[in-house]
């Protein structure tokens, strides 16, 4: 990648200067990193292996493991390993690269959440239809167009971070390379690069969001003509999902729908979406779901007993 400026390499400053600090950092990161690994593998292999979990629900749920896993990856090994580390260099191309990184599979995970929503709007509003509807051809095309979808917003951002000069200073307040904290370093005017980028990043979260919500308080409502026993497996699902959705819009949109200014609370609100979700993500859709803990105990219990 060509750079724009005499910046080749930036200077992390992560989430503390304090080194005492930066050790709690190294272990409570590593944890988090290690469970999102074996959660979402876990949940991507029990999905691709077993037979009880067919459903257009498990099928979306594997793609949206799959997009924490590498969302996380992209961020949560280089912080971990920065904060051992007395000077977090990262060079223009690898910042460019994980910029990429955070924005296709961020994207990617608000793509699935959305058909994740369809799909229950669909299994609870209209039952009878549910099977002609959510085919498993539907469900592969849905699935491409997401990719195809976050692949050009990914590539958006990336072309107009491309364009900007980086003159020096060359010190990234923050973990990770991302669009607010490299704003804040180019050496020319940002306020029309800062606008396209919120009517891309900032509008897709919030119009996202709003999506979400509404499709719930649809569903909750036509709750009202179900069992008691079909109320409470409904709610136990969409109380998964609206969970979910809150803990990684609410900072998304705090991150990206605001003028190119940054807060020393930032750092902080980036870590709810870029760790703190993917690693609760499993826990959520596992230990609320009996139907995915059972079919990972007949699949592992299968395999140990062959070993």
């Known amino acids: 990648m060509p750079t724009n400026g005499n910046v080749t390499m930036f200077i992390l400053l992560g989430l503390t200067p304090d080194p005492q600090k930066q050790k709690l950092v190294f272990f409570i990161f590593l944890i988090f990193y290690g469970g999102t690994f074996v959660g979402n593998m876990l949940i991507i292999v029990t999905i691709k292996f077993s037979r009880t979990l067919g459903s257009p629900m498990y099928f979306f749920l594997f793609y949206l493991s799959m997009a924490d896993f590498c969302f996380s990856t992209s961020i949560a090994p280089r912080l971990i390993v920065d904060s051992l580390s007395t000077k977090k260099l990262i060079s223009y191309n690898e910042c460019m690269t994980q910029v990429f990184a955070l924005h296709i599979?961020?994207?990617?995970?608000?793509?699935?959440?959305?058909?994740?929503?369809?799909?229950?709007?669909?299994?609870?509003c209209k039952p009878l239809r549910y099977p002609t509807i959510m085919r498993r051809q539907v469900c592969v095309i849905l699935i491409v167009f997401a990719w195809i979808g976050s692949f050009i917003h990914a590539t958006a951002q990336i072309v107009l971070l491309l364009k900007l000069p980086f003159c020096g200073p060359n010190l990234i307040d923050h973990y990770c390379c991302d669009l607010q904290p490299l704003l804040k370093l180019a050496c020319m005017d940002t306020y029309m690069v800062n606008l396209l980028l919120v009517s891309n990043s900032g509008v897709i979260c919030s119009t996202s969001f709003l999506i979400l919500l509404i499709s719930y308080v649809v569903i909750l409502h036509s709750l009202r003509n179900h069992s008691a026993e079909g109320r409470k497996k409904a709610l136990s699902t969409c109380t998964s999902h609206i969970i979910v959705v809150i803990i990684f819009f609410v900072p998304c949109i705090f991150m990206y729908t605001r003028p190119p200014t940054t807060f020393p609370v930032d750092k902080m609100v980036a870590v709810f979406y870029t760790i703190?979700?993917?690693?609760?993500?499993?826990?959520?859709?596992?230990?609320?779901?009996?139907?995915?803990k059972n079919a990972m105990r007949k699949l592992w219990s299968v395999k140990i007993m062959t070993k």
């Open 105 to 124: 599979f961020g994207c990617m995970e608000i793509f699935v959440l959305i058909l994740m929503a369809a799909d229950r709007y669909i299994a609870i």
């Open 276 to 292: 703190g979700t993917p690693f609760l993500n499993p826990l959520i859709y596992t230990l609320r779901n009996a139907e995915v």
